[in-house]
């Protein structure tokens, strides 16, 4: 079985604060990505990685920026956390295309007061 | 950039009826994809459909392609508590990534 696995299911910090958000698979995929998940806007892609050491921004990357050292482990960070980046962060892998079935993680729900 | 809808944006229905829910997208496709999402969690894959195909099933789940009206439909037959959850469609027409819709929730009373 697939896992993707995020370092943590609730997050709370405050504003300003440098925010990491880590990602980990085990099926050796390929692509990684981060999405945040809001109410009434479905997933939206913030970055996704086809390969270690390389990123692609996706339809929202502003104020976010992402790290892929090793191939099993994405991370999401939040330079200055600000209150409108409250949301549910998804992670998921894929194999072979991007557009490939995706594996998702459980979810960091963030909130920035 | 919002490729596939889904409609309707919330259903409820009786355990043991049949759910039906439509997604429909704006360009050409690759395959176009559906997830479930229950509360709170991760997305979870349910089914792929290539362009080529028009229909595919597994389990209780039916998925139907219709390329020339850009449009699918995911029906759920026999529906149980358990098949409470919100559901979303993917496509990969823009690009190489896959683009989601804001999803169907769905709600079976038992």
């Known amino acids: 079985d697939v896992k993707v696995t995020q370092s943590s299911r609730y997050l709370v910090k405050r504003t300003g604060e440098k925010v990491f958000l880590e990602c980990v698979q085990d099926?050796?995929?390929?692509?990684m990505f981060w999405y945040r998940q809001d109410p009434g806007l479905g997933l939206r892609l913030i970055y996704f990685?086809?390969?270690?050491?390389?990123?692609e921004k996706g339809d929202i990357p502003e104020g976010y920026s992402v790290s892929r050292e090793k191939k099993e482990r994405f991370s999401l960070i939040l330079e200055s956390a600000s209150t409108n980046q409250t949301s549910m962060y998804l992670c998921?892998?894929?194999?072979?295309?991007?557009?490939?079935?995706?594996?998702f993680g459980p979810g960091t729900r963030l909130t920035v007061l | 950039s919002q490729q596939g809808e889904e409609d309707p944006q919330a259903l409820s229905i009786q355990e043991g009826e049949n759910a039906t829910m439509n997604c429909s997208y704006k360009?050409?496709?690759?395959?176009l994809q559906w997830y479930r999402q229950n509360s709170g969690r991760g997305l979870v894959h349910l089914i792929l459909?290539?362009?080529?195909?028009r229909e595919k099933h597994s389990g209780r789940l039916r998925v139907t392609l219709d390329t020339s009206k850009k449009s699918s439909s995911l029906l759920i037959t026999a529906s149980r508590a358990a098949d409470t959850a919100s559901y979303f469609c993917?496509?990969?027409?823009?690009?190489?990534?896959?683009?989601f819709g804001a999803g169907t929730i769905l709600r079976v009373k038992s």
């Open positions: 990685s086809y390969d270690v050491k390389m990123k």
């Open positions: 998921a892998s894929s194999l072979g295309l991007p557009y490939n079935e995706q594996f």
């Open positions: 360009t050409s496709i690759n395959n």
């Open positions: 459909i290539r362009s080529n195909e």
């Open positions: 099926m050796d995929h390929e692509n």
């Open positions: 993917a496509t990969d027409g823009y690009g190489n990534k896959l683009v």
